[in-house]
């Protein structure tokens, strides 16, 4: 079992626009995540997957070096040409970005609260025969003869 937090979807959202460096950066190293990766297995004989995976990832980070020194020359070339007429535009678009991540965490946030509703329901439901036995109640300090003032 693995032992990593499951990544909720919200934290995948992007706020940053696409022609921000830092947008860009994000967009392009999502390149690079695990799930994205290419799976050798079906493809080529365990004698081969270990190198041929070292010449996809170093192709993978070539690539992603190239695509980013791209980006930013494009963008640091759309800056200087409109930069400061699409400042206003920008702003729109970042607020409607954190809007829909917000959205996305009050869906997990209710998600969640319908799971452990629904968990409390079962437990509620289960026969007295299932449930766990429950603890003892310890005496009131007057009924208990010991346990007097």
Do not use: C
């Not at 937090?5 to 390149?31: D, N, Y």
């Not at 190198?51 to 170093?58: E, M, R």
């Not at 917000?102 to 007295?128: F, G, V």
């Amino acid at each position: 079992m693995s032992t990593a937090p499951m990544e909720l979807q919200s934290e995948r959202v992007i706020v940053q626009a696409p022609l921000s460096f830092t947008g860009s950066t994000k967009r392009i190293l999502r390149l690079t995540e695990p799930h994205r990766a290419l799976a050798l297995s079906a493809v080529v004989g365990p004698w081969w997957k270990g190198t041929l995976q070292a010449l996809l990832d170093g192709l993978l980070v070539l690539a992603v070096g190239v695509s980013l020194l791209l980006a930013w020359t494009f963008i640091t070339a759309w800056y200087l040409l409109w930069g400061i007429l699409l400042v206003p535009y920008r702003l729109v678009w970042r607020s409607d970005r954190n809007r829909k991540r917000q959205a996305l965490q009050h869906r997990e946030m209710l998600d969640t609260a319908i799971a452990a509703q629904a968990l409390a329901n079962k437990r509620t439901a289960e026969p007295e025969s299932q449930k766990a036995p429950e603890t003892a109640e310890l005496p009131a300090p007057e009924e208990h003869p010991e346990l007097g003032r």
